[in-house]
């Protein structure tokens, strides 16, 4: 990877590689080639311990380790023990650095994938949720859709529900108008009722006043005609040859029956007058009185109807009333639901 070259150990890793020796070739070169690195390795490793020890080097010390040197065996072999540990422990530091490099290396590596995640562009994310965006777009549309139905409904329910109430109202009031002129017409039928008994009463006082005065007019004419009698009787025994007297008497007499006749006469004409205008009274007021019935019959039943009427529009504004109620919980319980969703929606996305 690129990064790597830019890491803090990138010479370590370089001062490590320049221990490995490089394959290339015949095998028998790549085996002088490995000797002659590790000797020149050594070399330098037993000049710093030199110099670490005396202060400094000789120069024929670098080529101590040289094959074409005779000492290079002896000293070898003198510092064979502690050159090996400082290469051990030298090979142990590099390969616990590689180690941790490659730690570094898969952490890297992780960071790069998830920066590639999130640097993915907003088309493709759109492109992969399109199909659900659509299916939820066309949910909203056919929510509102159906929100502006019931809204509608909801609209024609309250009209219908007003035109039902102004029509209860006027069948109310004329219902109470109606009770009113029933009540004034069992007034008025009360009354008339009660004039009726008065002018019976008076007709039937009337006639017992007129049957009374007859009898006494005629009682009064019958004494008067024996009172008559009685004289002219008396009269003719007296004084028999008197004619004078007898026309006198006969005179008064036709007189008094005269004078009684028309009494009787005018109290019977003023007895029919009189019965005549209480028939006609009683005729009128009967008349008023079966118009009166009648109207309260008539009513009675228009009573009835506007009842009948009124029922039906309150069971008619109680299953309207039902189904608003009904409708505004389906339509509380589908917008709880479409906001439900749309929330889902949006912590989703």
Not at 94 to 105: M, T
Not at 257 to 267: C, Y
């Given at each position: 990877?690129?990064?790597?070259?830019?890491?803090?150990?990138?010479?370590?890793?370089?001062?490590?590689?320049?221990?490995?020796?490089?394959?290339?070739?015949?095998?028998?070169?790549?085996?002088?080639?490995?000797?002659?690195?590790?000797?020149?390795?050594?070399n330098r490793?037993?000049?710093?311990?030199?110099?670490?020890?005396?202060?400094?080097?000789?120069?024929?010390?670098?080529?101590?380790?040289?094959?074409?040197?005779?000492?290079?065996?002896?000293?070898?072999?003198?510092?064979?023990?502690?050159?090996?540990?400082?290469?051990?422990?030298?090979?142990?530091?590099f390969?616990?650095k590689?180690?941790?490099?490659?730690?570094?290396?898969?952490?890297?590596?992780?960071?790069?994938?998830?920066?590639?995640?999130k640097a993915?562009?907003?088309?493709?994310?759109?492109?992969?949720?399109?199909?659900?965006?659509?299916?939820?777009?066309?949910?909203?549309?056919?929510?509102?859709?159906?929100?502006?139905?019931?809204?509608?409904?909801?609209?024609?329910?309250?009209?219908?529900?007003?035109?039902?109430?102004?029509?209860?109202?006027?069948?109310?009031?004329?219902?109470?108008d109606?009770?009113?002129?029933?009540?004034?017409?069992?007034?008025e039928?009360?009354?008339?009722?009660?004039?009726?008994?008065?002018?019976?009463?008076?007709a039937?006082?009337?006639?017992?006043?007129?049957?009374?005065?007859?009898?006494?007019?005629?009682?009064?004419?019958?004494?008067m005609?024996?009172?008559?009698?009685?004289?002219?009787?008396?009269?003719?025994?007296?004084?028999?040859?008197?004619?004078?007297?007898?026309?006198?008497?006969?005179?008064?007499r036709?007189?008094?029956?005269?004078?009684?006749?028309?009494?009787?006469?005018?109290?019977?004409?003023?007895?029919?007058?009189?019965?005549?205008?209480?028939?006609?009274?009683?005729?009128?007021?009967?008349?008023?009185?079966?118009?009166?019935?009648?109207?309260?019959?008539?009513?009675?039943?228009?009573?009835?109807?506007?009842t009948?009427e009124?029922?039906?529009?309150?069971?008619?504004?109680?299953?309207?009333?039902?189904?608003?109620?009904?409708?505004?919980?389906?339509?509380?319980?589908?917008?709880?639901?479409?906001?439900?969703?749309?929330?889902?929606?949006?912590?989703?996305?």
């Amino acid at each position: 990877m690129d990064y790597r070259s830019g890491s803090p150990h990138r010479g370590d890793q370089a001062e490590y590689s320049c221990y490995q020796p490089k394959l290339t070739g015949s095998p028998s070169a790549s085996r002088t080639i490995g000797f002659e690195s590790t000797t020149a390795y050594l070399n330098r490793g037993y000049a710093t311990t030199l110099k670490s020890k005396f202060g400094s080097v000789p120069r024929s010390s670098e080529s101590l380790f040289d094959l074409s040197n005779p000492f290079t065996g002896v000293l070898t072999k003198m510092n064979e023990k502690e050159l090996l540990h400082g290469l051990n422990d030298r090979f142990a530091g590099f390969i616990e650095k590689v180690r941790h490099l490659e730690h570094q290396n898969e952490l890297f590596e992780r960071e790069i994938e998830e920066m590639k995640l999130k640097a993915q562009s907003p088309a493709s994310l759109a492109q992969e949720h399109e199909p659900e965006l659509m299916d939820l777009r066309k949910l909203v549309h056919d929510i509102t859709l159906q929100k502006r139905q019931i809204e509608i409904e909801h609209q024609n329910l309250e009209e219908d529900f007003l035109t039902l109430r102004d029509k209860y109202e006027q069948e109310a009031r004329d219902r109470s108008d109606a009770e009113n002129g029933i009540l004034v017409l069992k007034k008025e039928a009360n009354d008339a009722y009660l004039a009726k008994l008065q002018l019976d009463q008076k007709a039937q006082s009337l006639v017992d006043e007129i049957h009374f005065l007859k009898k006494n007019h005629e009682d009064e004419v019958s004494e008067m005609v024996a009172q008559i009698i009685e004289a002219q009787v008396t009269v003719k025994a007296h004084d028999f040859g008197k004619p004078d007297i007898t026309a006198a008497l006969r005179d008064i007499r036709a007189q008094l029956e005269g004078h009684a006749t028309s009494d009787i006469q005018q109290a019977e004409e003023g007895f029919r007058v009189q019965f005549a205008k209480l028939t006609k009274a009683a005729e009128s007021n009967r008349e008023a009185l079966k118009a009166t019935q009648q109207e309260i019959q008539e009513n009675r039943r228009r009573l009835q109807g506007k009842t009948i009427e009124l029922d039906c529009g309150k069971g008619m504004r109680e299953a309207l009333e039902k189904q608003l109620q009904e409708l505004e919980e389906r339509h509380h319980a589908e917008m709880i639901h479409y906001q439900v969703d749309c929330v889902c929606f949006w912590i989703y996305f």
